[in-house]
């Protein structure tokens, strides 16, 4: 009678272990659970910290996620900052993939040699929500593409060739359009981000074209690469102002940033936007939409940070619980000129 007592109670006592220790989340690509709550791990790795754009952009993804989480289910959200260096974002995947995150968030530093992280972080079988930087196979080539057949990675981002193509329409649609002396040429300065990167390529390309395509004729007095930055758009802006003075009719910065810097310029150099000059960027940060609306700024494009972070967020969460999701999420830019 003893010894089926003990038996019953060691029957017991497995069975409630075993409900103890099962897998959290069966069915799911992961978490843990303690005390109720589910928690996901999530690696967020930016390309810098230090850029206007992306720390909106960051700060939205953070709150978003807490916002998400509740007495079931908890994000744990882990988020460094690669410093434009890709050996310093590379040694931050492998932190992430031995840390055993349930998911990883990948803005690049380097969209040209992205094929090793984002291998790596396939092969450890951790969803990828790639954003902001569209990645380029390491020929500049679109091989990594075939990555995004893998069902756990997929791109968020904005197409920029409409973000060029509204900074082109902007000035297009001007009365003189842009043609301030009106010699039939709209005379204009180019201020690029990174060049690796698709968005400053595109921005540069589109805005042009958008002028082009209407039938009008452009000169490109001076294209420099400001790398996001509002003190290289400064410097760049304060030169070319020097160099060519009132030739220089619109100044197309690939993001506000840079137009913030060009701004600090046009004044310095006794300019004044809307009446000899126009500028425009694009991201629609709040201080140049202020700009906009008192007429010291032509226009921006609303880079929408909030809709990119909301989506990257929501997709990730899709494959922590383990739906299928799509290769490319898109979200629109928007035209701001008042
Ligand atoms: C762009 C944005 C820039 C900069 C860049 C970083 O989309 O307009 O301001 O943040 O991303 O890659």
Same mark, same amino acid.
Request: hydrophobic share 40%; proline share 1%; with cysteine.
């Given at each position: 009678m ?5 038996l019953?109670?060691?029957l017991?006592?497995t069975l409630?272990?075993?409900a *103890?220790?099962?897998?959290?989340g069966a069915?799911?690509?992961g978490g ?6 589910k928690?996901?791990k999530v690696g967020v790795?930016i390309?810098?910290?230090? $850029?206007?754009?992306?720390t909106?952009y960051?700060n939205?993804?953070q709150?978003?996620? @807490?916002?998400?989480?509740?007495d079931s289910?908890?994000?744990?959200i882990?988020?460094? $900052?690669g ?8 040694n ?11 998911a990883?968030i990948?803005n690049l530093v ?13 092969k ?5 929500i790639?954003?902001n930087?569209?990645p380029?196979g390491?020929?500049? $080539?679109e091989?990594y593409?075939g990555?995004?057949d @893998?069902?756990k990675v *997929?791109?968020?981002?904005?197409d920029a060739r409409?973000?060029?193509t509204?900074q082109?329409e902007i000035?297009?649609?001007?009365a003189n359009? =842009?043609? !301030?002396?009106?010699d039939?040429?709209?005379s204009y300065?180019?201020?690029e981000?990174?060049p690796?990167n698709v968005d ?11 002028l082009?395509?209407a039938?009008?004729t452009v000169?490109?007095?001076?294209d420099?690469?400001?790398n996001?930055?509002q003190?290289? =758009?400064?410097?760049i802006?304060?030169n070319d102002?020097?160099k060519?003075g009132?030739q220089?009719? !619109?100044?197309? *910065? ?8 060009a701004?600090t310029?046009?004044?310095a150099?006794?300019r ?8 425009v960027?694009v $991201?629609?940060l709040e201080e *140049? ?7 010291t700024?032509?226009?921006? !494009?609303?880079n929408d940070?909030i809709g ?5 967020v929501d !997709?990730?969460?899709?494959a922590?619980n383990g739906?299928?999701i799509?290769?490319?999420y898109?979200?629109d830019y928007?035209?701001v000129?008042?």
């Amino acid at each position: 009678m003893k010894k089926a007592l003990a038996l019953i109670l060691a029957l017991v006592m497995t069975l409630a272990l075993a409900a *103890c220790g099962g897998k959290a989340g069966a069915g799911t690509s992961g978490g843990s659970a303690s005390s109720g709550a589910k928690t996901y791990k999530v690696g967020v790795a930016i390309y810098q910290f230090d $850029d206007n754009f992306m720390t909106l952009y960051r700060n939205e993804l953070q709150n978003y996620f @807490n916002s998400l989480s509740n007495d079931s289910v908890k994000y744990d959200i882990t988020i460094v $900052d690669g410093k434009n260096d890709m050996a310093e974002q590379n040694n931050q995947i492998d932190n992430f993939i031995s840390q055993g995150m349930d998911a990883i968030i990948l803005n690049l530093v380097q969209t040209s040699s992205a094929d090793a992280a984002i291998d790596k972080i396939v092969k450890a079988g951790i969803p990828l929500i790639l954003i902001n930087r569209e990645p380029l196979g390491d020929n500049g $080539d679109e091989s990594y593409k075939g990555i995004l057949d @893998n069902a756990k990675v *997929c791109y968020v981002g904005a197409d920029a060739r409409q973000s060029g193509t509204y900074q082109g329409e902007i000035i297009r649609d001007l009365a003189n359009h =842009g043609d !301030v002396n009106g010699d039939g040429k709209i005379s204009y300065i180019m201020i690029e981000g990174d060049p690796e990167n698709v968005d400053a390529q595109y921005r540069t390309e589109f805005s042009i074209k958008a002028l082009t395509d209407a039938g009008l004729t452009v000169e490109c007095l001076d294209d420099q690469i400001g790398n996001w930055a509002q003190a290289k =758009g400064q410097e760049i802006c304060a030169n070319d102002l020097a160099k060519y003075g009132n030739q220089v009719e !619109v100044v197309f *910065c690939n993001n506000d940033a840079m137009a913030l810097g060009a701004a600090t310029s046009i004044t310095a150099a006794g300019r004044t936007v809307g009446t000899d000059i126009y500028l425009v960027g694009v $991201d629609a940060l709040e201080e *140049c939409q202020q700009m906009v609306q008192a007429g010291t700024m032509t226009g921006t !494009v609303l880079n929408d940070h909030i809709g990119q972070s909301h989506t990257a967020v929501d !997709v990730t969460v899709k494959a922590l619980n383990g739906e299928s999701i799509q290769n490319y999420y898109w979200v629109d830019y928007v035209k701001v000129t008042k």
